[in-house]
Nanobody, 124 residues
Framework: EVVLVESGGGLVQAGGSLRLSCAAS????????IGWFRQAPGKEREGVSC????????YYADSVKGRFTISSDNAKNTVYQQMNSLKPEDPAVYYC?????????????????WGQGTQVTVSA
């Protein structure tokens, strides 16, 4: 059974940083890609970043490019998202998700397993 568990969310001031973690189990870690998504109240789920574990290729949405970095520690089966220079438009529940496709995708339909989410709040 695939299990993804996010952690690291919290409250931070605008301009601050947070690092989200996605601990994964139940599959061969480097055979897939992991994406980060976020969803704010009343808004659609937005793809933020993606990492193809085996190749290291990444994708970032324009809204976070240059501020967020996705990475992995394969020994720990964990994917991270370092979020710097957080803005008032960044608050949301952040989810990590698994896709069988070894491509940089942030189409929610490409992802088959999802974590429970972690809340990120940014104060002005």
């Amino acid at each position: 059974e695939v299990v993804l568990v996010e952690s690291g969310g919290g409250l931070v001031q605008a301009g601050g940083s947070l690092r989200l973690s996605c601990a994964a189990s139940g599959f061969t870690f480097d055979d897939y890609a992991i994406g980060w998504f976020r969803q704010a109240p009343g808004k659609e789920r937005e793809g933020v970043s993606c990492l193809v574990i085996s190749s290291g290729r990444t994708y970032y949405a324009d809204s976070v490019k240059g501020r967020f970095t996705i990475s992995s520690d394969n020994a720990k089966n964990t994917v991270y998202q370092q979020m710097n220079s957080l803005k008032p438009e960044d608050p949301a529940v952040y989810y990590c998700a698994l896709t069988h496709y070894r491509i940089e995708t942030v189409e929610p339909g490409d992802f088959c397993s999802w974590g429970q989410g972690t809340q990120v709040t940014v104060s002005a």
